[in-house]
Structures are given as C-alpha cells and as structure tokens.
RNA sequence: GGGAGAGUUCCCGAGCGGCCAAAGGGAGCAGACUGUAAAUCUGCCGUCAACGACUUCGGUGGUUCGAAUCCACCCUCUCCCA
C-alpha cells in the first residue's frame, strides 16, 4: 500500500508498505539479476549499503537454477537470505535484450536460452506462474520493452498485445494467490506502460491501465537509446494520468540527474544496472561527480573515493589502493567499488527523502542536478 | 674444448626476399556502459612539422632493384657431449 507523506511540486515523498517491510519513497532498487549483487556482495552487504529493496529477474533465475527449484528451497528469500521486499522483474526487458534470441507471438515470446541455446517459452500466465514460485514481493506484468526507434504502426499493435498480456498477468496471478501452497498469497502486481516515443499512445496506454486498480505502475521501455530530454517530456505527459494514490516506478533509470530529473516529474522508484556495472569498470559516482578510478591520475592519490561518504568502501581504501586493486584484477576492487556506487545511490535517494521532508527538494535538485552526472 | 639451436617494437611471440612499422597475446593509456548474455566492449599503442616522412627486427659488413627474412664474421643466451 502506497501512502503519499508530502509534495513538492510534482515530486512526492511517501512510503510503501508490503508485507516484507515498509519501502520509504522515492527509493532505490538494487539489482541482483541472478539473484546476487555482480561483484559479490552478499544479503548481508545489502545491509551496509543502504539497500531497501533488491530486484532479481524471472528469465534469469528461470534458465538457472530454475523457479522450481527456488520455490522447493523456500522462495528467493530464504535462498538468497534477504528478507526485505523483492521486486521480480518480468522477463519483459530480456524480449529487447536478447532480440536476436527470441520470437514474438500473441501467446508470448519463446527464447533462445543465453545459456545453452534450449527453447524457453514464456508468456503472461508462465511469467506470473515462476515469479509466484520465486515468491518475491512484487511481480512485474509481462510486457514487451520495444526498442528504439521503433515504427508507429508497431509500437500501437504491441502496446495494445501489452494491455492483453497485463489482463492476463492479473487473472493468472489472481489464482496463483488463492492456491494453497502458493509462497506469497499477498504478492503484488505492477503494470508498465509502453509505447515508444509517442506521447499519444504513452497516454492512451497509461489510461487503459490506470483502470486495472493495480498495485503499482511502472513506465517501461525509457533510457534505450532516446536523448533524454525525450525521456523528461514523455514522463511529464504520462504522469497526469498515473493514478494519484499508487507508487510510481520508472523501469532501469538511471544516471543520479535522471534520478533527480524523474523524483521532480512524480516518479517514486527506480533501478538500474548501472551503479553496479559502472562500478565494475572503475567508474564511481561522488557528490562532486563521477570518477574513473582506473586514470593514471589517481595513481597516487590517497584520498577516499569520496571525501563525504560513510560507506564502507571509503572508510579506510585510498583511491590509490582501489586503482591498485584493478590493475592486479583483484576481486575486493569490484567489490569495494560496487558498495560504494551502491551506497552512493541508496544515499542520493535518502538525500532527496530528506530535501523533500524539509521542503528544501528545489534547492537539492538546482544543486546537484548537472554536478553528478559530470565526469572529474 | 666439441656439437645443436636461438636473439623481432615495453614483455611474450608470429614472420623467413617485396603485399612489413611488422600477425596475435599481454602490459600500458583512454573511452563506453541506464528493468545485466557485461569482472564486458571499443579505440590508441616506434617517432614526427603525421592522407606523408623518418628510424626499427643482437652488432658490423656484404649479396640484391629491394633484407627482419640470404651470406660472412663478431657478441649474447639456451641445450647436448667432453
């Protein structure tokens, strides 16, 4: 249940609760694929960087181990040891990701595993049915993420495949909850709007599912290739017709000036890889911008990652050290890194919970907005 | 002392008369990354006044229109026999 605590203009402060813990808003997700952080972080790291709600994905953990197997181990919460929400995403993103694998079809889409090249068929009821096994918090409708740019003719004809697909999602996860052995009677379902770069069919979408009286609504299908601006203007015209009384999350954004951008046009939730994969890479994020801690520059540089952060990365690691680290393919550099962009995020979001309850967000966001995203 | 083999650009290592500034790795340097097929991918990587020029393949001479590639001697290293 999503209650909005106060406003700032378009941007909201609020809560979400679910029966694995209360989710305070505008909030970060983090993103364990395969049901870890990549850079080996454990649940019990989650702890440390802040970590309110972890994501995992339906294809992946459908592939390997398989829901079935999760399911027989007590749902990803036990099998992973987090026991805060988890949001499963729904498959939807591997139907662009994995383009050149799979086949669309009204009945669903069927993959070529990544894995061993198998046939994965999954449709809304399959999508549902493994989310249910995985018993996470909130399951994702089964959508088609379109790719950009992408022909209006195509976009209408999958955004209304995506309207019959999310009532199906609704009716299988309906009677999945009301099964006996089910893992999470209470589980939650989120829809997300599509449809491209045309605002009109954006809002025709969003107004078709506002209707369905869902848990959440999630805008899909954005940051794949559109300058951003584009990304702004479609989120500020779908969001009238969000409803008003349900969490808002927008799906993979973004950049810490996305995040920014987003909180200011009505948007309560994100996730996105690229903390974590940037962090892999060497790229941190600061409060004065980001780094790539691999620059010859840092070589001798002893300071923290971030002078201002609390995280247990920059207490005690020169940014020499980490540099260090990566040049000798250690692992602890991925690992330092990963819980520092993670905590970076999971704070900039508690920073902006913050701006928002003293009614200072305006002066955050003029603050920040153009100086994260900047490369020092 | 005798015999066999090897020395290539920062390192390893291909090349064995022209298509060679010299394959491929590695290292180094830089860039990308947005519901994760990503500890990945891309670019640069002899020098310069740079769509061209110059200097490189242990050293010195030589053969040839032309040599990293052939010949001679020298230096260094490895292995085998004494």
Request: aromatic share 8%; with cysteine.
């Amino acid at each position: 249940m999503y209650e909005l605590l106060k406003q700032e203009g378009a941007a909201r402060r609020g809560q979400f609760t679910t029966v694995h813990g209360t989710v305070q808003t505008p909030g970060f997700m983090n993103v364990a694929t395969c049901g870890a952080i990549k850079g080996a972080l454990s649940a019990y790291d989650l702890q440390a960087i802040g970590c309110q709600v972890m994501l995992c994905n339906t294809y992946h953990l459908h592939v390997r181990p398989g829901d079935a197997l999760v399911g027989e181990l007590g749902g990803l919460h036990r099998f992973t040891g987090w026991q805060g929400p988890i949001l499963t995403d729904s498959g939807g993103f591997q139907v662009f990701s994995l383009a050149g694998l799979r086949k669309i079809r009204e009945e669903g889409v069927t993959f070529s595993s990544h894995v061993d090249g198998r046939r994965i068929f999954m449709g809304p009821e399959e999508s549902m049915q493994i989310q249910s096994n995985l018993g996470s918090t909130i399951a994702m409708a089964f959508d088609e993420c379109i790719e950009n740019p992408a022909e209006y003719h195509y976009v209408r004809e999958s955004c209304l495949r995506t309207v019959r697909w999310l009532e199906r999602c609704k009716a299988e996860l309906q009677r999945l909850n009301c099964g006996e052995d089910t893992r999470n009677p209470n589980q939650l379902l989120f829809g997300i709007n599509q449809g491209g770069t045309y605002v009109d069919l954006r809002m025709e979408h969003m107004k078709t599912i506002a209707e369905m009286d869902l848990d959440g609504y999630a805008i899909g299908g954005l940051a794949v290739g559109e300058p951003k601006e584009e990304m702004y203007r479609i989120i500020s015209e779908v969001e009238p017709y969000m409803p008003k009384r349900k969490i808002r999350y927008l799906m993979g954004v973004g950049t810490p000036g996305n995040i920014l951008e987003a909180v200011r046009r009505g948007v309560d939730l994100f996730d996105c890889v690229m903390p974590s994969r940037n962090a892999r890479h060497g790229h941190l994020f600061t409060m004065q911008g980001i780094i790539n801690l691999n620059n010859k520059k840092y070589e001798r540089d002893e300071q923290p990652i971030d002078s201002s952060c609390s995280c247990p990365s920059c207490r005690g690691h020169s940014r020499a050290y980490i540099r260090h680290l990566f040049k000798a393919q250690e692992m602890l550099a991925m690992r330092l890194c990963v819980m520092h962009n993670l905590h970076f995020y999971n704070t900039l979001l508690e920073k902006i919970r913050a701006a928002l309850d003293g009614g200072s967000f305006e002066a955050f966001y003029s603050q920040y907005v153009t100086v994260l995203d900047q490369r020092i």
